[in-house]
């Protein structure tokens, strides 16, 4: 990128901070309501991801449909006691039996938003269902906080979790289920779970964040604020308050995104900072520190929380935000998108810039999101490259032969390398899996909106019901 543009970029994304959770009376009432509507408002590229759009969306349902969610009930899914085992072997069958309330809440999450979203299949539900079944008898903890770890039969492994980030997961799924089964007490239990959360992470004690994980700076553990707290908060309220507009909830909300656009963004570098202090204000020590992958991430779930609330200079704001993160810490000699540590200033212990040694799956899936939320709804060409790049590059880099969930990180050259931490056995049943989903979603209301193509031209659209 040339460095006129590249500051262009900046000024762009530093004008629209402060102001960016207000109203924007500018905008004529059609066009907003057009905007914010459930259909696409951009010009629709004739071709995307080097495939007509039909194409892309047939692609996308044979990878998920056929491909991903099959793999997933040959034993990640535990049918006889509901729940989701993610430490595999590559035939499906289970590695490690242990049970995460993280992967429990984003297996309820994706199989009820199928039901949601795509089609009323009883079996999706039922898989919902019981695996709901399962973290209520086995793992809630009551008050709103939840076991950490249990074994596959139930057996306690880990108690309540020192980070809230299970909570989160669980309200998480707890209000797509709601939207499926319509039981209040599954929305009591998502509501209890938010709160529950809350009064852990705003408890001066809460003091077990892993700095070492997202950062290379030193910075003090005890009494930190993280951008990865409010991006899982910001995520699940957004589903609750779209079918319950709790007012506590909404401030709440409202609360956290400002925190994410006005606090964590940090306009002297126009950057994100991964952490600040208790009180929200900048650790100068890590105030040049940005862990892109949850930027962007980040970014994307606020744009999508704009849409729900109405707000199009919140939109745009964080819009502008995601094309400059795309820009920087892109690599431009290998491809692929370094997610990990991007420092504005270099020092003996790390290099100035973005650190390309890591390019994990999840964060490319986020680009994905990103970008076809952006070109859906305004058209511009430059969500469409970056599309096309990221896309490219994952099905270049990502997929394993033979298998349909993808590795989890390569180096910088491509190769497969192993996450700190986790184990090479873990498989995604989240962010592969959200990002098919929302593509697919995005790609019909822009085949919609286009109308219907020339029959040379059309592709077979099945007879899936999205």
Same mark, same amino acid.
């Given at each position: 990128m040339m460095r006129r543009e590249f500051l262009g970029t900046l000024a762009t994304v530093c004008a629209t901070g402060a102001a960016a959770t207000g109203s924007d009376g500018d905008r004529a009432a059609d066009d907003e309501k057009s905007f914010f509507g459930d259909s696409a408002h951009g010009s629709v590229p004739p071709r995307l991801g080097g495939m007509t759009l039909e194409a892309l969306r047939d692609d996308y349902r044979r990878r998920l449909f056929d491909e991903y969610l099959p793999f997933w009930e040959k034993g990640g899914y535990d049918r006889e006691r509901g729940g989701f085992c993610c430490e595999l072997n590559d035939d499906g069958s289970v590695a490690a039996d242990e049970k995460y309330i993280w992967y429990q809440g984003r297996g309820l999450w994706v199989y009820s938003f199928l039901y949601n979203r795509f089609e009323k299949n009883p079996d999706w539900l039922r898989m919902a269902e019981k695996t709901k079944k399962f973290m209520v008898e086995r793992m809630y903890a009551g008050e709103g906080r939840w076991m950490q770890k249990t074994r596959r039969d139930g057996t306690v492994l880990e108690g309540i979790g020192k980070t809230v980030f299970g909570d989160l997961f669980a309200a998480l799924g707890l209000a797509q289920f709601y939207q499926a089964a319509g039981d209040p007490a599954d929305l009591k239990l998502a509501k209890e779970? !938010?709160? /529950? @959360?809350?009064? %852990?992470? &705003? &408890? *001066? %004690?809460? %003091?077990? !964040?892993?700095? $070492?994980?997202? $950062?290379?700076?030193?910075? #003090? *553990? @005890? /009494?930190?604020r993280t951008q990865g707290h +409010?991006?899982?908060? !910001?995520? @699940?309220?957004?589903d609750l308050l779209s079918v319950d507009r709790d007012p506590e909830l909404e401030q709440l909300q409202k609360t956290h995104v400002d925190r994410v656009v006005n606090h964590f963004w940090n306009a002297e570098y126009g950057i994100v900072n991964e952490y600040l202090r208790r009180d929200f204000t900048r650790i100068p020590e890590a105030a040049d520190h940005m862990f892109a992958g949850h930027s962007l991430e980040t970014a994307w779930i606020v744009m999508h929380e704009a849409l729900r609330a109405g707000n199009r200079k919140l939109f745009d704001t964080l819009k502008s935000r995601i094309r400059r993160l795309l820009e920087m810490c892109y690599d431009y000699v290998f491809e692929g998108w370094g997610s990990e540590n991007f420092h504005v200033f270099g020092t003996p212990d790390y290099c100035q810039g973005q650190d390309h040694g890591t390019k994990t799956m999840w964060a490319h899936c986020e680009i994905m999101i990103a970008c076809l939320s952006i070109l859906e709804r305004t058209g511009e060409s430059w969500a469409r490259e970056w599309y096309d790049r990221t896309r490219d590059f994952v099905l270049k880099n990502m997929p394993v032969a033979g298998l349909p969930v993808w590795r989890q990180a390569v180096d910088r050259r491509g190769k497969d390398i192993k996450r700190v931490g986790i184990s090479t056995k873990r498989k995604d049943n989240f962010h592969q899996v959200r990002m098919y989903?929302? =593509?697919?979603? +995005? !790609?019909?209301?822009?085949?919609? =909106?286009? /109308? #219907?193509? #020339?029959?040379?031209? %059309? @592709? *077979?659209h099945g007879d899936r019901n999205i």
């Open positions: 779970s !938010i709160w /529950g @959360a809350m009064k %852990a992470y &705003d &408890d *001066p %004690a809460y %003091a077990d !964040i892993d700095t $070492t994980r997202y $950062t290379t700076v030193k910075v #003090p *553990p @005890a /009494g930190l +409010s991006m899982v908060l !910001i995520f @699940a309220l957004s989903m929302l =593509n697919l979603l +995005s !790609i019909e209301r822009m085949l919609k =909106n286009r /109308g #219907p193509a #020339p029959s040379r031209a %059309a @592709a *077979p």
